[in-house]
Nanobody
């Protein structure tokens, strides 16, 4: 069983930045791809970014490309999401997700509890 704990969410003004972190309680974190998803009020959960086990391959949703950066530190069992140039449309609960092997665009096996990001205009 994999447990994920997100941190770093909060309230920020438009144009600001936040860095989310997701700590995984798993012995072999390098065996898992990771991703971030988000769900805004009244909307379905959507893909934000994903990263392969080594951190060498990343993908982003078009809406965040050029503003968000996903990264990971396998020595710390942690995946990050650096979010810059935030706008109110980025307001959502952000979820960390990890999956053995590759990360499907629809999400993988293990989910965190979510962390709220609110961007004020």
């Amino acid at each position: 069983q994999v447990q994920l704990v997100e941190s770093g969410g909060g309230l920020v003004q438009a144009g600001g930045s936040l860095r989310l972190a997701c700590a995984a309680s798993v012995r072999t974190f390098r065996n898992y791809a990771a991703g971030w998803f988000r769900q805004a009020p009244g909307k379905e959960r959507e893909f934000v970014a994903r990263i392969d086990w080594a951190g060498g391959s990343t993908n982003y949703a078009n809406s965040v490309k050029g503003r968000f950066t996903i990264s990971r530190d396998n020595a710390k069992n942690t995946v990050y999401l650096q979010m810059n140039s935030l706008n109110p449309e980025d307001t959502a609960v952000y979820y960390c997700n990890v999956n053995p092997g590759i990360m499907p665009i629809t999400g993988g096996k293990y989910w965190g509890q979510g962390t709220q990001v609110t961007v004020s205009s």
